[in-house]
Every structure is written in C-alpha cells, then in structure tokens.
C-alpha cells in the first residue's frame, strides 16, 4: 500500500537555525513528491515538487527538499528559519492516488 | 484568477441536519477532490472526480455524497451530520500531467 511517513509530529527551532523535516515513503515506484505549508486557520500551500530529474529542489520560500531514492525519502531543509515559517509542513505523494503524511508542526523560538 | 473557492468558511450544524459544501476552480482542472482534515490525521479523502461526470470515493466516504456538476463546480453534501463530521473540510483542484495539487482556504464544520 501507498505511504507516505512524517515522524516527527512536532519540531522547535531558533529563529537563525537550520531545519531539516523529514519525510519517508513506500511506493511500488517513486511517486511524484510534494511539500505543503500551512499556517493556522489557512489552507495549504505548495512549497515545492519533485516528478523527476535533479534530485534536489528548489521551492518557494528559501525552502529546498532532496530526493533520494536508496533512503525512500524527500527531506526539505531551509538554511536559515525565520519565524514566518511557524507552521504545518505536509508531505504527500502521488503513485495511483493522492496519500498525505500525517504532518509535522514547527514553531520558532525568537 | 482566484484559484480554488470555497463556500462557506465556517458552519455549525446540529446532529442530523444536512448541507452542502461548495467548491469552484477557475484553472481548467479537470481533476477535483474534498479532503477533511482532523488534528494528528493529516488529510484524508473523501471523494474525487477525475473529470466532469465522474466521482469515486476515496478513505472516508462514508456519511458523505458529492457532485460534479460542471468542470468548475464539485460539491460535497453531508445528508444527515453527526459530530464525527466535525472537521475542516478542503477542496482541491489538479493540474493534467502532473497532478499538483491546488487546495481551496478550507471549510470549518462543527456538529453539535
């Protein structure tokens, strides 16, 4: 069956810091992969997407996501977190049909 | 181009009532889908139409009817609410090709 993991339900970070969120799948083959933002009370945002090619995307947001295939994962980082990005970032996949992760919430300490 | 739209932004409904949900796109997608979304659960879908005139069902269709009534326009009907409903419902549209998802600012429902 198609899945897509997150395991980290909750992640703080200083504002400055890196971030890496994680983000696993399994998938008879690789799916398209997607990360999507959303603050509170919003709906979601598309941050970036991978279908093929460069295993390493750039997205909106100062934010980019690696792809890598031995791992069954699609990581996205950001270099340096600023506390706009307090939010629910979703991973989701596309084989057959559409599968989100259960989501991961970051807040930023000032 | 305003995307995907959804109406209302906020229900409350009291155990047994019925109503309906509404969703527009203005993208030309053909694809369409309704999701709710409840806390630790990420999104889960209810329903999709992969064109005008078709709809099939997804995780969580129970409870739960939809209508593709044009290209634009995909519906989702709650026929008799119960508290398990309460959620924020979501709306999307998809591009053909490559199936990015474009969701609508979210419908939330209590049921009381």
């Known amino acids: 069956a198609q899945s897509v993991t997150q395991p980290d339900i909750h992640i703080t970070v200083s504002e400055g810091a890196s971030l890496e969120l994680r983000c696993n799948y399994s998938?008879?083959?690789?799916?398209?992969l997607f990360w999507y933002v959303q603050s509170p009370g919003q709906g979601l945002q598309l941050l970036l997407k991978?279908?093929?090619?460069?295993?390493l995307v750039q997205g909106i947001k100062g934010f980019e996501a690696e792809f890598k295939r031995s791992q069954s994962s699609f990581n996205l980082r950001k270099p340096s977190v600023h506390w706009s990005d307090a939010a629910e970032y979703f991973c989701?996949?596309?084989?057959?049909?559409?599968?989100f992760g259960p989501g991961t919430r970051l807040s930023v300490l000032p | 181009n305003a995307g995907v739209t959804q109406t209302p932004k906020f229900q409350v409904l009291k155990t047994g009532q019925s109503m309906t949900l509404q969703c527009a796109q203005d993208?030309?997608?053909?694809?369409m889908y309704w999701y709710r979304q409840d806390p630790g659960m990420g999104l889960r879908l209810i329903y999709y139409?992969?064109?005008?005139?078709?709809?099939d069902k997804g995780e969580v269709p129970n409870g739960y009817n939809v209508s593709r009534l044009n290209k634009r326009e995909f519906s989702l009907r709650l026929e008799s609410a119960a508290p398990s409903q309460t959620s924020v419902y979501f709306c999307?549209?998809?591009?053909?090709?490559?199936?990015?998802?474009?969701f609508g600012p979210g419908t939330r429902l209590t049921v009381l």
């Open positions: 998938y008879g083959a690789t799916p398209y």
């Open positions: 989701a996949g596309y084989g057959q049909n559409f599968v």
């Open positions: 999307a549209s998809s591009e053909p090709g490559t199936d990015t998802q474009y």
């Open positions: 139409s992969a064109s005008e005139g078709t709809t």
């Open positions: 993208m030309n997608h053909n694809s």
């Open positions: 991978y279908f093929s090619g460069d295993t």
